[in-house]
């Protein structure tokens, strides 16, 4: 169809059709006053602040809802539409409580600022007035409804994108509300607290407890950080008033979580300002902490590293570091630990997803999450199996619901009822741990009914007969047993997969690895190779992380057996360039990795270990064991932010800077590396890990140069090929994705287009596990089997020093 020809206030415009007023305007850069519009939910019209004149037409209309015409000439300032706003915005203030003085709200309200703006100080209205009681019942905001102008847009938020369905409107005429059911309190309503009602909501009637009294907005300063919880990496502006973070909200547009956040980043910054921070060097004497100077500290460090290593050997040490500390710090930690002489560097996090790690790199050759997290918004299809987003990675959770609202097709493979089921074409309530024998079957009725794409096959692939024969007894009749689903249900689900466009498939690492680990990973990179739907937009395998910054950390090399940027130790020109770069010989002996220090019954050879923003004893199961195995070390160094019940088992306890005290890169689950900046100042004796970590490489000897995290990356990017391109002055609002192999280069959005990281992709024949389904089902009755589980892998030291922890589901974080 033609391009629509039509002139706002006076100037030509031709937009496509279906182009509303308003957004003809906006392109024009004509602003319109609106309340109820928000560009992701579909026009309402409610509250008529939009109107224009449309010459010709006898009503003023809605410009959010009407269709730009051919030839259509309109006036968005005109005295009539003027009057029409005025009378709107007086009808408001009839029944708005005019506190402005005290309300939290003052300077970013947008009926004070039309109100402002269209010369309107009180109403010509008289009448009754709401008189609403406050909802106070939740520890995160207060819901002043009587502040409330009915837009909408946070009942749109809630129902399509968050998908939560915690309120809605309720009664009818002037006593129409916004609240949960029976308007019960919010805090027995299904909210999850993601604070995206709050972050819209044009008035003050849904407020942030977290803000009361302490700041207006033109006082506090914003920064931008990355989140420190999961592995999504979602950008948000912190608000920060006399060195004090006192506020959160999305960046808006980033390129991450758009304006989203969940409660985590919306709510779970406060541990910043814990009482509970360890703010001096801590020396344990006669079992009790004291407090030491830094010098005292990193004297009593060196003496007993060097004493140990002189007496065991460079192999009695071992560093264990952080999947939440930035690239630099990460970096820094293997390179301190490797030039010791000992490749004895890992991270304890490991045993909840070194096996996708595993599945993936052998399967693709590259252990990352394939395709962007926005991408999913645009497939036809998408498999949702072995997670819930919603809990583990709820912006990821948005996207999927928004693949859904776009038409895409939504298989749901998961034993519980999860949110996504409610929007889902397909539920497949699998028996728990039986997800391996259902991808299987998946993938015999795509080869079976020939839905395979075999140019696909043939040019990017090997092992495609192993598989096939792997897959003979998968039958949907065989898996139908196994799995307790039905069998025509398998069928339709594969079926739809396989004659997807574009299908991409959600999965969760940390569920995975209960699921059968690199099994399942592997299972479903067959899937996903078998229809093609691998190397293009919106389709791919996401398994992202449980930590903000596990890609990262993995990238920098907190591995036993590679280097930064994955180069084998094995590779004596690696191991020459980083003894070059390092000025330290690196051992060419793989190290122990943390699942072998942890699980090990006999008398370990590490006898000194330094653990960094990491807190083994108080997570997931054996928490005894590993107390144990580390009470039998010589010596032990914890640098955390918190006394955690790790750090109280050290000799030593360095002080570190938290995620908004500093400044560094994160890359997250889709690749991408970010600059987080500082927001505030740590407490006086407090400092980053990369910088504690460069001062004690120099009490070490080691002749460190670094002026700041800068320094630090441009040495990451000189070692490793993939981040070669990027550096911190490119680091704008975007990040980039690696592979980013130079200065021009934008990063990379999508991997293995056009041929995988490890030429063709390699399909194999994974076998289901019965006794893994029995494991399976103990632990589901233990805790839960779709979520994110804390208890085997985070150990929730942020968040249970955080408000999120008063959220029903903060055990997940
Ligand atoms: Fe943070 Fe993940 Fe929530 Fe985004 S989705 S706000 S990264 S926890």
Redesign the pocket.
Known sequence: MSAIKLTIDGQEIEVAPGTTILEAARQLGIEIPTFCHDPELPPNGACRICVVEVEKARALVASCVAPAGPDMVVHTKSERVINARKNNLSLMLANHPLDCITCEKTGSCKLQDYCYEYEVASSEFVGEVKDLPYDDTNEFFLRDMNKCILCGICVGKCQQVVGAGAIDFTKRGFVTNVSPGFEDPIEDSSCVFCGMCIDNCPVGALIPKYIFGKGRPWQTEATRVV????????N?NLHVKDNEVIGAAPVENSP??RD???????F?WDFVHSRDRVTAPLVKTNGTFVEVTWEEALDYIVDNIRDIQGRYGADSLMGLSSPKASNEDNYLFQKLIRSLGTNNVDSYTRHCHASSVDGMMEAFGNAATTNTIEEVAGTDAVLVIGGNPAES????DYRVREAARNGASLIVANPDMIGLVDVADYDLPLKPGTEVALVNGLANVIISEGLHDEAFIKERTEGFDQLKKGLEKYTPQYVAEITGLDQEDIKDAARRYASAEKAAIVSDAAVCEQSGGEGLVKALANLAMLTGNVGKESAGLYVPYGE?NLQGSADMGILPNVLTGYQHLKDKEVRDKFSEAWGVKISDKPGLNASEFFENDKDTAVKAMYIMGENPVGCGEDQEKKAELLKKLDFLVVQDIFMTETASLADVVLPAAAFAEKLGTYT?SERRVQLSQPAVEPPDEVFPDWAILVELAEWLGFEWDYAGPEDVFAEIASLNHDYKGIGYRRLSEQGLQWPCTDEKDQGTKVLHQDSFSRGKGLFSAVEYDPELAAKREEHAAACCTSGYHSCQCLSESMSKRSVISAFKNGCC?
Not at 227 to 234: I, K, Q
């Open positions: 989140c420190p919880y999961c592995s999504l990496g979602c948000i991450v979580n989203h956040l969940c409660v985590k980043g919306k779970g990675h709820p912006v990821l903000n997250n974080v």
